[in-house]
């Protein structure tokens, strides 16, 4: 059975520090998605990744992806308090899946950002 | 643009009852999906669906039903509501397969009794 796990599952920052949230799971696949979900609210897509050594930066955030490894990253730098929220990421199975997107999801990092 | 439109946002029911949580999609995605997620933890796939008349099982499906009988609707079904249903159901889409990009809505928060 594939395990997604993300740590920390609790992450409470200072504005202005750097951060990498951890993203293992244990099968084969070279596709990974990450989440943001505010309190209350629905989930928004943040990064895509679809092949090894993959990285994106949008903003403070940056994602990478290590598919040998079966490792992602989530990193912040320089956090603001506007980056608070619940961090999710989503291993997809769609390579063995018979032709759907079969997300399997990490039980989130609840991230706080104070002064 | 409306995206993925989900309802009720909130419902209560007692055990035993049954409801059916709306989806519409305005999207013209092929694929569509139920996930249910529980207090402190990630979505689990409940149905999902590549086309209209056409549905699967996912992780979760005991206690549930679905049906697609156009693009944009996918309506979920709960027959003989139990306490283990409360949870926040999502619905999702997708244009395929290979984008690998979900858009969800906003969630329905659904309490049984």
């Known amino acids: 059975e594939l395990k997604v796990e993300q740590n920390p599952l609790f992450l409470s920052m200072q504005e202005g520090k750097n951060y990498t949230i951890y993203c293992n799971y244990s099968t084969t696949s070279d596709r990974l998605y990450w989440y943001r979900q505010d309190p209350g609210k629905s989930l928004e897509s943040l990064f895509v990744?679809?092949?090894?050594?993959a990285v994106k930066q949008e903003g403070r955030l940056m994602a990478s992806l290590d598919t040998k490894a079966r490792l992602s990253t989530l990193h912040i730098t320089a956090a603001v308090h506007d980056l608070s929220a619940t961090y999710f990421c989503?291993?997809?199975?769609?390579?063995?899946?018979?032709?759907?997107?079969?997300?399997?999801f990490g039980a989130g990092t609840r991230l706080a950002v104070h002064p | 643009n409306a995206g993925v439109t989900q309802t009720p946002k909130f419902r209560i029911l007692k055990i035993g009852q049954s409801m059916t949580l709306q989806c519409t999609q305005d999207m013209n995605h092929n694929y569509m999906y139920w996930y249910r997620q529980d207090p402190g933890m990630g979505l689990k796939l409940i149905y999902y669906?590549?086309?209209?008349?056409?549905?699967d099982k996912g992780e979760v499906p005991n206690g549930y039903n679905v049906s697609r009988s156009t693009t944009e609707d996918f309506p979920l079904r709960l027959e003989l509501a139990a306490p283990s249903q409360t949870s926040v159901y999502f619905c999702?889409?997708?244009?395929?397969?290979?984008?690998?990009?979900?858009?969800f809505g906003e969630g329905s928060r659904l309490t049984v009794l």
């Open positions: 990744l679809l092949s090894n050594g």
């Open positions: 989503a291993v997809d199975l769609w390579a063995i899946s018979g032709g759907y997107n079969k997300l399997i």
């Open positions: 999702a889409s997708s244009l395929d397969a290979n984008t690998g990009e979900l858009f």
């Open positions: 669906s590549v086309g209209a008349g056409i549905t």
